[in-house]
């Protein structure tokens, strides 16, 4: 097919998107040294003379690390070298102590392999490979070169830091959006981070070109970085491509560089252009030896993997009978499938379970700033407040307020219930009480419900429901008003 | 000042206090100071707080280890717990590490008094100790010429008799140069053997710590001390270590020492009396029983070109961290970070680290790596071939460990080709991972020269075998005095 270049505006584009995304490893060690690798302390206080690069100072490989990269290869499907090494990266940066990278250039720990989405499509990895993390620069004020002071900790500086780097195979920003989730409900099932992107422990670069419809070409690629949430991603391809359509469509080219994503202007602007790519120097480090990892190690490592999102989601399907979206959502994060699980165990009420996790126990976290591992609810109280509501005990509107209590503060609801008095009201004299005030206070609902509001009707249990607080048996409050309504 | 192994035995025995022993040698450095500057600083407190702790563990029945009381120099490379450790340079000119190299570690290990830090060329990188950022050392057998390099000031004080051993580093023959021109025993040992941390990096596959020390007995103790593998150099081999003394004879009964035609044709081109300084040296050998074979490596003659593309390219990335931002010299600018790094570096380093840190640079360069660094990594491997073969048919290689006695100050600094060319007999042996020795071998135009061993992998004990043979049979490092020396040899 050929195109006239006056008919550009009419041409389609489709992007093609892949995506470098780093990953922080959850281990007790540095990569190379012995220093604690935790997050959010006091600057500069978790370094030695390997991380700080001092003169003399050698690295060791954590082994540990290595082990929760191949993994992670493991589960998504990739094959682990019997061989691989680390190179340095030469480049000066402040936050670089020695001012190279001990990366993986041609050797990396693993290959191939795939993350699947939830609809069943398989984005091809290209590598997974093991680095170590740079500290942080802390700016007095603007940009680097215009700051009045800059400061470095090297906290970070040595962490051991995974990049996996997908193949071109994303077709739209939703679609990244959906292999991160994907990529970080495996990892955070096998533990090797703990995956959140504002901490920085999740970190992703984007790559993206636009190409005619239907075509195989090869646009040229932007990569975009400076990423700090899924959210972030998914708008700053949004943008990216619309901007590419746009310099296409006016019949100009994409220039190849860098560009960074502005949350707050939401767009992204030219950092680096091809001319001013670095030449990082690549060689093997001379200071480390290969790694060999033998067949059985690798079989250990795979015999130790836990059952991953997707094959938990096709299980909970089967066993549980719950919809594709709450088997989905539930299996997102191994924290939540396993809870789940632990309620279902002892209340028997899967779909119950389901909706209390991802309706009022969501709320409730978001509202407290928790989340299900940092809450002391366990999951026996939540199964103990579900089998209340089906046992008449509680109301549902009742048992909503206690489940907040129960979210934050992770008491017994058997004790929030009697210590609030929210046990529910089933005793007919009391019902019918209720019910008479309700119609003596509200002569319209009434007579609006006389002549055919069934709305009306609805009210006037809402009524009841609140002058109760929520304890009073909704059902019989229905019958209670029916016999007395007519 | 006498053998190390003999101080020891004095100390041990009580005849002679560790103290007594620190203040002879601090008190011959500090008299030869001024003509030899072969130290960038002495421990002269630190050194005698040990020596007293020592004569107290002495006291009360303790036996301190091999190298109890023994006064020994380190080479300014070694990184000592607090104290001022330079490399030769004016950018780490400040700089006091928090902690000690391994290798200094176990020398304190074996009872050893480190009495100070020796002069160096700046990063180890030079062959004549004429690139030390503090000013040259000069050799006790000629002061107007050089003591070699790059661990000249260890050389230096060594040949003088102020200290009985040093430690030195060899990366193309830094240790075995220097010793050479200073008429003393210096072993590098086979890669992996020692470990490198707290060494600070010149060219981490190349680099190797080593003793220099006045008679092979004392080199063979001191490499018993410092070997063994160390969990904190990846680098460093699992390998057990000997007894290097028990190797140590008096016959080369039953040992193949070859002899490499294409080094003796180099010495034979290079220095005529050089060269028949080595004939009556391998004549030495066979009249204490060895064999001599022939035996051929065909790609030393590419050793050369091929050390000058893998140091400087480890060294360009191994030196890229001094840059003013945590330790060491900085200097101040209004201007961005990157003006303060390459005004702190182009300050901070001399001449021939720049030189070498361009080259580097240059050879890991995309669109050059493939045909420098690769290449080079392949002819090093052709190279370690060559030494497999040949060890299938000997021994010990015997070679001459330089093509030239100690030349004069400034005679080779105009010139870097011909100062990389004093490397030529030292380099295929670090290139290739293997022990190689300089033993004193005689006198070319009255000075000295040493003569070379070199052993498969690990096979320091066999090395130093030969040499002991050698030395006990020929005695030329006794046979005359150096023109500056310490008062105790007078």
Redesign the interface.
């Known amino acids: 097919m050929t195109r006239v270049l006056g008919a550009a505006q009419a041409v389609a584009y489709e992007p093609v998107i892949g995506l470098e995304v780093h990953v922080e490893l959850a281990t007790e060690s540095k990569m190379f040294c012995g220093c604690r690798n935790r997050f959010g302390a006091e600057p500069n206080t978790l370094v030695c ?1 390997v991380c ?10 954590n082994r540990r690390a290595v082990e929760l990269v191949c993994k992670t290869g493991l589960a998504l499907g990739c094959s682990i070298a019997h061989v691989s090494k680390f190179d ?1 990266k ?1 480049y ?1 940066y ?1 936050d670089m ?4 990278q001990i990366s993986q250039y041609d050797m990396p720990l693993a290959t191939g392999g795939a993350v699947t989405l939830p609809s069943g499509k398989r984005i091809r990895l290209t590598r997974i490979h093991l680095e170590e993390d740079t500290g942080k620069n802390i700016h007095g004020g603007g940009a ?2 215009a700051a009045s002071a ?1 400061l ?1 900790d090297y906290n970070r500086a040595g962490v051991p830091l995974m990049e996996i780097v997908s193949q071109p195979d994303l077709t739209s920003p939703d679609e990244a959006g959906e292999y991160l989730a994907a990529l970080k409900a495996v990892l955070s099932y096998l533990g090797v981070s703990d995956v959140k992107m504002h901490e920085g422990s999740l970190r992703c670069d984007a790559n993206v070109s636009l190409r005619p419809v239907g075509t195989q070409d090869v646009g040229t690629k932007i990569e975009i970085k400076n990423m700090n949430s899924f959210r972030s991603v998914v708008r700053a391809l949004q943008y990216e491509i619309q901007r590419q359509t746009d310099v296409l469509r006016a019949g100009e080219r994409v220039v190849q560089e860098t560009r960074t994503w502005d949350e707050e202007r939401g767009l992204t602007y030219a950092t680096r252009s091809k001319e001013q790519a670095h ?1 990082y ?3 093997p480090d ?4 290969p790694l060999h990892l033998d067949d059985e190690i690798v079989a250990a490592w795979r015999a130790e993997l836990p059952e991953l999102p997707l094959a938990k989601r096709d299980r909970f399907l089967a066993a549980y009978g719950l919809s594709r979206y709450e088997a989905d959502l539930l299996t997102g994060e191994r924290t939540t499938a396993e809870f789940f699980e632990a309620v279902v165990a002892h209340c028997g009420e899967p779909k119950a379970a389901a909706n209390w996790l991802l309706g009022d126990v969501r709320r409730a976290l978001d509202k407290h700033g928790l989340t299900l591992d940092a809450t002391r609810m366990r999951p026996e109280h939540l199964a103990t407040l579900i089998c209340q509501v089906r046992d008449g005990v509680v109301s549902g509107r009742a048992a909503k307020e206690v489940c907040e209590i129960l979210v934050r503060d992770g008491r017994h609801p058997a004790e929030v219930v009697a210590e609030r008095n929210l046990a529910q009201v089933s005793d007919r004299v009391a019902i019918e009480a209720l019910v008479g005030e309700v119609i003596a206070a509200n002569p319209e609902s009434v007579a609006a419900y006389r002549t055919g509001k069934a709305k009306a009707f609805e009210f006037l249990v809402g009524q009841a429901m609140k002058a109760s607080r929520g304890r009073a048996n909704v059902e019989l409050v229905r019958t209670a008003l029916r016999a007395r309504l007519g | 000042m006498r053998c190390g192994h003999e101080i020891r035995e004095a100390v041990i025995r009580r005849q002679v206090s560790a103290e007594e022993v620190t203040r002879a040698a601090l008190a011959s450095i500090e008299a030869l100071e001024p003509t030899l500057h072969a130290y960038l600083c002495l421990l002269a407190e630190r050194a005698l707080k040990h020596a007293r702790v020592l004569d107290q563990r002495i006291a009360a029945g303790d036996d301190p280890g091999p190298l109890a009381g023994v006064p020994v120099a380190v080479k300014d490379i ?2 000592v717990a607090g104290e001022v ?1 330079t ?1 030769g340079s004016k950018i ?1 000119a400040n ?1 006091r ?3 000690s ?1 391994t290798a200094v570690e176990r020398l304190e290990a074996a009872g050893a008094i480190i009495i100070g830090k020796t002069n160096m060329d700046e990063f180890a990188m030079g062959s004549s100790c004429e690139n030390s950022a503090f000013g040259e050392t000069r050799n006790p057998w000629d002061p107007s010429r050089v003591p070699g390099g790059s661990s000249g000031g260890s050389a230096s004080t060594v040949g003088a008799g102020s200290v009985p051993i040093a430690l030195g580093t060899d990366t193309g023959g830094s240790i075995r140069e220097p010793a050479s021109f200073c008429n003393i025993v210096g072993l590098k040992p086979t890669y992996g053997r020692v470990s ?6 010149f ?3 190349l680099d190797q710590a080593g003793p220099m020390t006045g008679c092979v007995r004392d080199a063979a103790i001191t490499l018993g001390a410092i070997a063994g593998h160390d ?5 460093s081999v699992d390998e057990p270590v000997p007894d290097f003394c028990a190797g140590l004879r008096t016959d080369l009964n039953g040992i193949r020492i070859g002899i490499v035609p294409e080094f003796e044709e180099h010495i034979a081109q290079s220095d005529p009396d050089m060269a028949a300084l080595y004939r009556r040296a391998y004549e030495d050998l066979r009249a204490l029983g060895a064999q001599l074979v022939e035996v051929h490596l065909p790609h030393v003659r590419y050793g050369l070109a091929t050390y000058y593309l893998i140091a400087p ?2 060294c ?2 191994n030196l ?4 003013g ?3 060491g010299l900085r200097v101040e600018t209004d201007k ?3 003006t303060m ?1 390459e005004q702190t570096r182009a300050a901070g380093f001399g001449p021939e680290v720049k030189r070498r840190i361009i080259l580097g ?1 240059y050879a ?3 669109g050059y ?1 493939d045909a420098y ?1 690769l290449r080079a990594q392949k002819v090093r491997t052709l190279i370690k071939r060559d030494f497999d073969d040949a060890f299938t048919q000997c021994d010990v290689i015997a070679s001459p460990a330089v093509s030239c006695p100690a030349f004069a100050l400034g005679a080779k600094t105009a010139d870097p080709v011909a100062m990389y060319l004093m490397d030529y007999f030292t380099i295929p042996m670090s290139l290739a991972g293997v022990p190689a020795l300089s033993v004193p071998a005689g006198y070319v135009r009255d000075l000295p020269v040493g003569l070379q061993l070199t052993g498969p992998a690990f096979a320091e004990a066999g090395v130093l075998g030969v040499a002991y043979a050698y030395e006990q049979a020929t005695g030329h490092a006794q046979s005359r005095r150096p023109a500056v020396m310490a008062a105790a040899h007078r």
Do not use: H, Q, W
């Open positions: 003379p700080l690069g001092l003169p003399g100072s050698l690295p060791v490989v340095r030469n000066f402040p102590p020695k001012n190279y680097m070169a800059t470095v030449d120097r690549y060689f001379p200071d480390l030896v | 070694f990184c450790t490399a780490l700089f590490p928090p902690y190299a490198r941390y707290g060494m600070i990096a060219a981490s596959s969990p904190r150099d990846a680098t390219a480890e360009s990335s890229a961290r001094y840059d931002v945590r330790y961005d970070v990157y790094f640079t890991l360069s995309a790596y660094y």
